[in-house]
């Protein structure tokens, strides 16, 4: 049974950091591309950044420069470091495994609040 965990979400003030974790189980995790994604109320899911098998990165235009996405493949964990939070980063971050169409599995989200 493959299952994604995520972990430390929270709330924080406008310029502070978080730093969410999301541990994979019941999947070859090397072999998996790593997302974040994020669904603020009312939008769209949106991709925020991906590191490849590979562990090539790449980030969505608004948080470029702010975020960092890393993997540990002997923790079967990817991590999202969040600094200079916006109140616009206020969303449900997703972890997302991907391998192939029909290879792709979801966490079930942790909230992250920035009060500005």
């Known amino acids: 049974q493959v299952q994604l965990v995520e972990s430390g979400g929270g709330l924080v003030q406008s310029g502070g950091s978080l730093r969410l974790s999301c541990a994979a189980s019941?999947?070859?995790?090397?072999?998996?591309?790593m997302n974040w994604y994020r669904q603020a109320p009312g939008k769209q899911r949106e991709l925020v950044a991906t590191i490849s098998s590979g562990g090539r990165t790449n980030y969505a235009d608004s948080v470029k420069g702010r975020f960092t996405i890393s993997r540990d493949d002997a923790k079967n964990t990817v991590y999202l470091q969040m600094n200079s939070l916006k109140s616009e980063d206020t969303a449900v971050y997703y972890c997302?495994?991907?391998?192939?169409?029909?290879?792709?599995?979801w966490g079930q989200g942790t909230q992250v609040t920035v009060s500005s």
């Open positions: 997302n495994a991907w391998r192939v169409p029909g290879r792709e599995y």
């Open positions: 019941g999947i070859i995790f090397s072999m998996y591309d």
